[in-house]
């Protein structure tokens, strides 16, 4: 399928360790305790959590999936710390960017998604897709060299740790319909129609994807 440019979508047990710096630690696998940087800050669509190094960002999630992102950070890292910071980092500033309609500021952020080969494969080709556009599992299997494997794309789609700035959302259905998204629709919606807007003003209407 070939992707499309969409317009007028309607739609405006933590399992890590959260707290003051703790001295490392191993994890019953014998991993050292990974410490990474949390920050909190707002957006239209509400609160959202980043995870980070310093450098490169690990997790992005909805505050009310807080729980949830927390899950699949220890899932891969085992025991993790995560230290609050009240600096706002460039990951925070590049967001705040996006947001007030610059659609090429989350491009310099660097990533470290903690995944499988396939899934790492599937959300580089998500990272592809530019803003204003969207496309389907299949075209997204084939552009990985899989073509066959337009369910398993489903499934890394959807455990997709870094929501927004690999950007899942721009994959809908086959019948261009707005099939599942972690956040929940109406987020889903909002993000589409913000890009095509922003896209369309900003006078740079991208190409198809082959």
């Known amino acids: 399928m070939i992707a499309r440019r969409l317009g007028g979508?309607?739609?405006p047990m933590p399992l890590c360790i959260c707290g003051p710096p703790m001295p490392p630690r191993s994890s019953r696998t014998g991993r050292a305790t990974v410490k990474l940087r949390l920050e909190r800050i707002p957006s239209p669509l509400g609160g959202i959590i980043l995870v980070s190094d310093g450098d490169m960002l690990h997790a992005l999630d909805f505050t009310?999936?807080?729980a949830r992102m927390l899950q699949l950070l220890t899932r891969y890292h085992g025991a993790c710390q995560l230290v609050p910071s009240r600096l706002i980092s460039p990951i925070a500033t590049a967001l705040q960017a996006y947001f007030d309609g610059d659609m090429s500021a989350l491009a310099s952020i660097a990533l470290s998604p903690a995944g499988t080969p396939f899934q790492r494969a599937v959300w580089a080709a998500l990272r592809d897709i530019p803003s204003g556009m969207t496309t389907s599992y299949g075209e997204i299997a084939r552009r990985i060299g899989r073509p066959g494997a337009s369910r398993a794309v489903g499934l890394a789609n959807g455990a997709n740790p870094i929501a927004i700035v690999v950007p899942c959302h721009?994959?809908?259905?086959?019948?261009?319909a707005l099939t599942g998204y972690g956040g929940g629709l109406s987020r889903k919606a909002w993000l589409i129609e913000h890009e095509a807007?922003?896209?369309i003003c900003c006078g740079k209407p991208p190409d198809r994807l082959i």
């Open 9 to 11: 979508l309607g739609g």
């Open 64 to 66: 009310d999936y807080e």
């Open 170 to 176: 721009r994959v809908i259905g086959a019948n261009a």
């Open 197 to 199: 807007r922003h896209t």
